[in-house]
């Protein structure tokens, strides 16, 4: 491909008339543009003043490779065009076919367990691939079985708790509503999800699978209270929920137990169901 930042974006459709314009999504900020390779070359290496928004969240370290790519493509040193070319000090200063072993390594691993492949969006999957080209870690072995079910969940949960902490300390003063809804996963068990929302600032509680279970007020009403009791009942201003008959009178007995909250339909929900 003597058109190699390509590999840096992904194509939402192909050109079948060659040349022009192409919408496509860049893989380190994922935002969404339409143009040509030029385009694409401004947008990943910075280019200013060329009418297309520059890649916030591409790094340093990934527009020398890229420039370094391009610059080698330019010269008319595409491997497929140059006999030969693999053996020479140019591909070798490249890694050229490392780098097409680490590709198929990571094919394979999408292609045998079946994994999504918009997994290769996630920022995490391609920030740890980086991370560990920049570093000087020979030998490392990605963790297990066990270390990613145990001691690492436990470190990320961690993390989690300690960057959602800002969010907490705004509770007591902004105060926080507890929304609730009902849906059914891809194993068709009933679920109701509770968060917290501050602000636009919605923070994910739970979700209790109902299955089994007989979903009446007294029900849903213990499901919410137990919400409000783990936030803490004097940051609570509101509870939304559904205008379900059901729901409507849970948020009656919320408002019995806690004279200060109040229940509120879900406007959405009152809507579609005029």
């Known amino acids: 491909n003597d058109k190699p930042l390509w590999n840096y974006v992904t194509k939402q459709q192909s050109n079948t008339k060659g040349g022009g314009n192409v919408p496509f999504t860049c893989n380190f900020c994922f935002k969404n543009f339409k143009g040509s390779y030029s385009r694409v070359k401004a947008h990943l290496l910075k280019i200013g003043g060329t009418g297309i928004q520059v890649c916030a969240k591409v790094s340093s370290e990934n527009i020398l490779e890229m420039r370094s790519m391009n610059a080698f493509q330019s010269e008319g040193l595409e491997p497929k065009k140059r006999k030969g070319l693999g053996n020479t000090a140019i591909a070798k200063a490249f890694n050229l076919k490392t780098r097409d072993q680490l590709h198929a390594e990571i094919a394979r691993m999408f292609y045998s367990v079946g994994l999504p492949f918009h997994l290769a969006r996630n920022p995490y999957y391609v ?80 979700a209790v699978n109902c299955e089994g279970e007989y979903k009446d007020k007294w029900f849903i009403c213990d499901l919410i209270s137990k919400s409000i009791l783990e936030v803490g009942p004097h940051n609570v201003v509101q509870v939304v929920t559904d205008n379900a008959p059901v729901c409507k009178a849970a948020g009656l007995l919320i408002e019995t137990q806690y004279p200060h909250i109040f229940w509120t339909p879900c406007v959405v929900h009152t809507l579609n169901a005029l």
């Open 127 to 206: 920030s740890s691939y980086t991370f560990a080209a920049n570093q000087s870690i020979s030998g490392y072995i990605p963790p297990g079985y066990n270390l990613l079910r145990t001691t690492l969940l436990q470190n990320e949960r961690a993390n989690i708790e300690r960057l959602l902490q800002p969010i907490k300390l705004s509770w007591h003063e902004k105060g926080l509503s507890i929304v609730s809804d009902g849906w059914t996963d891809t194993q068709r068990r009933p679920l109701i999800n509770f968060m917290a929302v501050v602000e636009g600032a919605p923070m994910f509680l739970k």
